[in-house]
Nanobody
Framework: QVQLVESGGGLVQFGGSLRLSCAAS????????MNWYRQAPGKEREWVAG????????NYADSVKDRFTISRDNAKNTVYLQMNSLKSEDTAVYYC?????????WGQGTQVTVSS
């Protein structure tokens, strides 16, 4: 079955950096686009970044453009989110996501907390 397992979250100071990882299994990873979403307390889940199957195309929400970088290693079945210049508004649970056979799959999420 499809499994997505995020890691790398934590507490970081304003302006700091973190790298999130999402390990995928249960499907042919290199054949599917991957996304990162986040959900802050009391807010809707929002899309953050997406990457195409071989990483040639990436897209970002305006709120993270030029600060976050999504990448993938198809040999390791892993997608990453490098987050730099973190702000308090980046505090959220971060989820990786893929759409496999018409269904959305999510990991359990990893908490990112930015302290001011």
């Amino acid at each position: 079955q499809v499994q997505l397992v995020e890691s790398g979250g934590g507490l970081v100071q304003f302006g700091g950096s973190l790298r999130l990882s999402c390990a995928a299994s249960g499907f042919t990873f290199g054949n599917y686009a991957m996304n990162w979403y986040r959900q802050a307390p009391g807010k809707e889940r929002e899309w953050v970044a997406g990457i195409s199957t071989v990483g040639r195309t990436t897209n970002y929400a305006d709120s993270v453009k030029d600060r976050f970088t999504i990448s993938r290693d198809n040999a390791k079945n892993t997608v990453y989110l490098q987050m730099n210049s973190l702000k308090s508004e980046d505090t959220a649970v971060y989820y990786c996501n893929t759409a496999y056979r018409g269904r959305n799959y999510w990991g359990q999420g990893t908490q990112v907390t930015v302290s001011s």
